[in-house]
């Protein structure tokens, strides 16, 4: 599985940046696709994920009506819409994946199977990360 984001940059507070993750090496719907960031000297935090079989959404309560994530399935991409930037949200943002487990999935559902991984941040394959800088 390879993840190759894109699309960080500096911005200025309330301004907005669209980040991209293109995946290869995997079956596309198989998996949950997401973002976690990294910032100096907090604890890594789980942004947002997509499980693109069936669109299932997670988004921790520190981007919620802020940040968009979606899915091109026929190229392979995850993007993340991020609008209303704030200085808090600079960090190092990672594309990250996981293959749907079966057995989980048959218990639990895709929408739990996808909020669990994204907040235990539980992901076998990481891209390079990107780094957003807001300004104040």
């Known amino acids: 599985v390879q993840l190759q984001a894109s699309g960080g940059g500096l911005v200025q507070a309330g301004g907005s940046l669209r980040l991209s993750c293109a995946a290869s090496?995997?079956?596309?719907?198989?998996?949950?696709i997401g973002w976690v960031r990294q910032a100096a000297g907090k604890e890594r935090e789980g942004v947002s994920c997509i499980s693109s079989s069936d669109s299932n959404r997670y988004y921790s309560d520190s981007v919620k009506g802020r940040f968009t994530i979606s899915s091109h399935n026929a190229k392979n991409t995850v993007y993340l819409q991020m609008n209303n930037l704030k200085p808090e949200d600079t960090a190092v943002y990672y594309c990250?994946?996981?293959?749907?487990?079966?057995?989980?999935?048959?218990?639990?559902?895709?929408?739990?199977?996808?909020?669990?991984?994204?907040?235990?941040?539980?992901?076998?394959?990481w891209g390079q990360g990107t780094l957003v800088t807001v300004s104040s």
């Open positions: 090496g995997l079956t596309f719907d198989k998996f949950v």
């Open positions: 990250v994946a996981e293959r749907l487990d079966p057995r989980s999935v048959a218990e639990s559902g895709t929408y739990y199977y996808t909020i669990r991984t994204c907040q235990l941040g539980t992901f076998a394959s």
